[in-house]
């Protein structure tokens, strides 16, 4: 996510962390560094100076709070800057009955209409799908599909007006109805005429904009083009596990006044979280974000007591399977890694955090091909035990190896971290601890 945004930033912060000394000069360094990130993260020229020119000001002519440092201060008005800037608090859609869907071909609409609705679902909300995209082609089809998948009721119409006006009627008496509307330019009058039409008929409580993360800096005239058209009150934010140029869509959005309210992370449904500004910015900063991971160790039924073999680095095969499995329905790996205090300024193993679902399925196989003594002391696999578990597998000798290498990594890197008393000290936890971060 934000890929280049993330490693500057975090890249930022671990210079002010590990320094031997910051002055005003240092200080300077810092801030073009920051100017240079943003930029390259297609975040608006004239919102990047006003970004770095608040920052300069309180960090070089302001007083430092008594009890902090100039290193400390810097850290802390960069991650308050970042905070107001991307939006400040996390915003709801609870209690919002009638919601209107907008926004451009390819945005990823329809799937994050079928996100929402299961999100609403898991908060036990009843949810309604109308589709009144008769537009493109089979859009319909899909929409269906998807309510299927999450177990939501679907209507479309004969035309987008009836579909919007029976399933109003319909759908009367559930908790919220969701309308996907014909993705479209903002700029394509036909269209145009027909957005508004269905804003009257509909009268939504929420009309929300979903925005590709690859759009870049076209956002803000696309946001502000919609904005016209239909009254843009939130903000969903697609394809966010795909760009390094996702700054310019979440900055070019401001330009409506609607805060963005959801991020999507990936293409399956549960690949997608509330937008949080104060969590996302400690994420980007490579401070972590505990809240968010525990929420999602909540949902994956993490159990504690194997999660402390794993950061404790005292965790077997058989548990290690079954993290690895609990992990994935969390989402991508290299995602839930930024979620760990200071993780996101380290080098991991590329390979750990590429490991494809594929290859965790042949190494479920491999791993019940072992004996109990195996998967509870690896060390004494051997050359003719991994030929016997290769055989049992159905799985090449070399993917046998490659899993023991990989767990070993692993372990080896868990113990590194100093396990749970490792992650509750250090520079960057005691940092948070002094001016209030959430780590």
Do not use: W
Not at 112 to 126: C, E, N
Not at 130 to 135: E, K, S, T, W
Not at 153 to 168: I, R, T
Not at 219 to 232: G, W
């Amino acid at each position: 996510m934000l890929e280049n945004l993330g490693r500057g930033l975090s890249n930022l912060v671990k210079r002010l962390v590990t320094s031997t000394s910051i002055d005003k000069k240092a200080v300077e360094e810092i801030l073009q560094d920051l100017k240079k990130t943003l930029l390259q993260s297609d975040v608006d020229i004239k919102l990047t100076d006003e970004l770095v020119k608040n920052v300069r000001k309180k960090c070089l002519e302001e007083k430092i709070p008594a009890g902090l440092t100039l290193r400390e201060h810097v850290l802390k008005v960069i991650y308050k800057e970042l905070v107001n800037f991307l939006g400040e608090n996390p915003s709801e859609l609870i209690g919002k009955k009638k919601i209107m869907f907008v926004g451009l071909f390819g945005s990823g609409k329809t799937t994050t209409i079928a996100k929402l609705a299961k999100y609403f679902r898991k908060q036990g909300l009843r949810p309604a799908l109308v589709c009144c995209d008769l537009h493109r082609p089979a859009a319909p089809e899909q929409l269906q599909e998807l309510a299927k998948q999450i177990n939501a009721p679907f209507f479309v119409g004969e035309d987008p007006y009836l579909s919007a006006k029976n399933g109003l009627e319909k759908f009367k008496n559930y908790d919220a109805i969701i309308f996907d509307t014909a993705g479209r330019n903002a700029l394509d009058k036909k269209l145009a005429d027909e957005l508004k039409k269905l804003g009257e008929i509909i009268k939504p409580e929420e009309v929300l904009l979903v925005i590709p993360a690859d759009l870049g800096k076209v956002a803000r005239v696309q946001s502000e083009e919609f904005h016209k058209l239909a009254n843009i009150t939130g903000v969903i934010i697609t394809k966010m596990d795909g760009t390094a140029k996702a700054g310019g869509a979440l900055v070019g959005t401001s330009v409506t006044g609607a805060k963005v309210k959801f991020i999507g992370t990936g293409e399956k449904l549960e690949d997608f979280e509330v937008y949080n500004p104060e969590r996302f910015v400690s994420r980007l900063l490579g401070l972590g974000d505990l809240q968010t991971l525990l929420e999602k160790a909540k949902e994956a039924e993490f159990k504690p007591e194997k999660i402390e073999k794993v950061i404790e680095g005292r965790f077997n095969l058989q548990d290690f399977q079954e993290q690895i499995e609990s992990m994935q329905k969390m989402g991508p790996l290299k995602q839930i890694t930024k979620m760990i205090p200071g993780l996101g300024m380290m080098k991991l193993p590329e390979e750990l955090l590429e490991l494809q679902q594929e290859k965790m399925k042949n190494y479920k196989h491999i791993i019940q091909s072992m004996t109990k003594e195996e998967k509870e002391n690896p060390e004494v696999i051997s050359a003719s035990r991994i030929k016997r578990i290769a055989r049992g597998s159905g799985r090449p000798e070399s993917e046998v190896r490659e899993l023991l290498t990989q767990y070993s990594k692993t372990k080896k890197f868990m113990r590194k971290l100093g396990g749970k008393a490792g992650l509750e000290r250090g520079a960057f936890k005691q940092l948070a601890k002094r001016f209030g971060f959430k780590l």
